[in-house]
């Protein structure tokens, strides 16, 4: 590739290797999470051949978190932050001092400095934030109970890890290094404390009183103009100048910038166009962070200290998650959200690569426990897709949450696949008909919404996962209707139930000519393609009404 366009080598060559490596990976049946991974320790320093520009890699990848938390923030309320905040803040602050203190232990059992200890400890205790979305997103959950609280857990971790970044230095003064200490006594640290939340506190405190109002006042005013190009760019604009002012004037994250931009614009009528235009954009650039973490990982780490790795990955995946799940039960909430949570927590991401490279230049951490704790991170990433399918599975097997929604012995019924805006006036027109109605959800709003009409017999969970089509009794059943919008997710539940019944009606609904081909392929018997009945009904209502012919 051309030396004079690395920018373009970087965006081109780890789209192309992430689409090549994640296909083998969806080929073989792994996460292809996987493959993105894989596709980055190619075009990293650490393998022969071509090799990316890492820092160019690493300010695409924070873009794809920029949008990706400016998505959350489009469907996340103020209320919905406010409602969690009871179990998000002390879980957050509590699971971090339990994986800060375990990260310290294995320092101390390896004989490192007390900083190194402290440092590595605490870039064990914040999870990614990208894996986490994504996960939530795959399921569906971001909207339930078990999604806020995830969410704002991850917020409380991301106000944190901004705190101690600005504070890394000082600290280092505290515990012996060398390069870090520019402030040692008590008084110069409480005041750099008091100066750093004081910055947030204006930034959430403008974003409250100015941002709420000019924002969706801006959205409204470029919507009127008609221009769909300018609406997208003014979407953009907003999310990405927001993160990076937010970045700059107050030392907030860019992560939480533009989770408080798109929680703003979510207070307007149009957030979900905004969510639909930045959509694209969302899944490349969050492509490119997976090849940007490859990228850092030396594979060579593995073979030198691979019982230190080991070690690393059991405080993440174990620690972390056991203390979660501790702490979730203990404030009273239901087994599947402290599994849900303690699985979601499972890896670390973004903020650990920072504060590693942080820790690295102040003298607090080497080289070599960076190294480990890149080789964690990724095999924690690598490791938390398949946490969750046997979460998936686990819940599908003995949601004890909900005993009422397992039917018994339903039969000759309708499964609904979906209860969304589609899905509901589906719902609707099958209750008026008198058509028994089996309906496989997993957003918990919509399961409580049917539960208070108690006109439906419901199945939480994946449909795409055999146990849950069993559990709906597909074998009984008369036909499928999948409402869900997503066409990949809807393929998946088209092939899973036509792998269980051959001759099952299945009805899909579709958004173009290829999702129509693409579910055809997979087995549906009839896909609905939106536009094409939009335009029938037009035509139609266009037609001159015909009159009976006078006697």
């Known amino acids: 590739m051309h030396d004079a366009t690395p920018l373009i080598a970087t965006i081109v060559g780890g789209l192309v290797l992430a689409f090549i490596f994640g296909a083998i990976a969806h080929r073989l049946r792994l996460p292809v999470l996987a493959g993105y991974l894989v596709a980055g320790v190619v075009a990293g320093p650490f393998t022969p051949g071509w090799v990316a520009d890492a820092h160019i890699a690493q300010e695409l990848a924070d873009l794809g978190v920029i949008l990706l938390m400016f998505g959350v923030g489009l469907h996340f309320s103020l209320k919905d932050l406010l409602s969690v905040k009871a179990i998000s803040v002390p879980g957050a602050a509590v699971q971090m001092g339990v994986a800060t203190g375990l990260g310290m232990l294995l320092g101390w059992l390896l004989d490192w400095p007390l900083a190194q200890g402290f440092v590595f400890g605490l870039a064990l205790s ?32 991301d106000l944190a890890m901004v705190l101690a970044l600005v504070l890394l230095p000082a600290i280092g003064g505290f515990l012996g290094t ?38 969706p006042w801006t959205l409204q005013a470029v919507s009127a103009s008609g221009s769909r190009e300018l609406f997208r760019l003014a979407v953009l604009a907003i999310a990405l100048g927001i993160a990076f002012g937010a970045a700059h004037l107050f030392d907030v994250s860019f992560e939480l910038g533009a989770f408080f931009a798109g929680m703003m614009m979510g207070e307007s009528k149009l957030s979900q166009r905004a969510a639909e235009e930045t959509l694209p954009l969302r899944d490349a650039f969050a492509v490119l962070f997976f090849v940007s973490i490859g990228m850092l990982f030396n594979p060579g780490i593995l073979l030198e200290h691979p019982w230190i790795v080991l070690a690393a990955c059991l405080i993440i995946i174990v620690g972390k998650s056991v203390a979660a799940f501790a702490i979730v039960r203990a404030f009273g909430r239901p087994a599947k959200t402290a599994l849900t949570i303690a699985t979601s927590l499972a890896q670390i991401g973004e903020f650990s690569f920072i504060l590693a490279g942080l820790g690295v230049s102040l003298g607090l951490l080497s080289e070599e426990a960076r190294d480990v704790l890149l080789a964690a991170a990724i095999v924690s990433i690598l490791v938390n897709p398949l946490l969750f399918v046997v979460l998936d599975r686990w819940i599908a097997k003995h949601d004890s949450d909900a005993p009422e929604d397992h039917p018994d012995a339903i039969a000759g019924h309708t499964v609904l696949v979906g209860f969304g805006r589609v899905g509901r006036r589906v719902f609707a027109e099958l209750h008026a008909a008198g058509t028994r109605t089996l309906v496989i959800e997993t957003d918990e709003d919509a399961v409580r919404e049917l539960r208070r009409q108690d006109t439906a017999e419901i199945v939480i969970g994946n449909a795409a996962a055999a146990p849950v089509l069993a559990e709906a009794n597909l074998a009984g059943a008369r036909a499928l209707i999948v409402a869900v919008p997503d066409p990949f997710e809807g393929g998946q539940i088209v092939r899973a139930a036509r792998a269980l019944r051959p001759d099952l009606p299945i009805v899909a609904r579709a958004h173009s000519v290829e999702c129509v081909a693409h579910l055809d392929g997979l087995g549906a018997s009839d896909v609905i393609y939106g536009e094409q009945e939009l335009a029938h009904s037009m035509f139609e209502a266009a037609q001159p009404r015909r009159t009976s012919p006078a006697h």
């Open 126 to 157: 914040v999870a990614s934030t990208v894996v986490l979305l994504r996960a939530m997103e795959e399921r569906r959950l971001l909207d339930s109970d078990r999604g806020r609280i995830a969410v704002g857990w991850l917020i409380v971790e």
């Open 178 to 215: 060398e390069k870090g200490g520019a402030a040692t006594d008590v008084g110069a640290l409480l005041e750099t404390v008091a100066w750093t939340i004081g910055k947030v506190i204006v930034f959430v405190a403008l974003m409250l009183i100015v941002g709420k109002r000019v924002i």
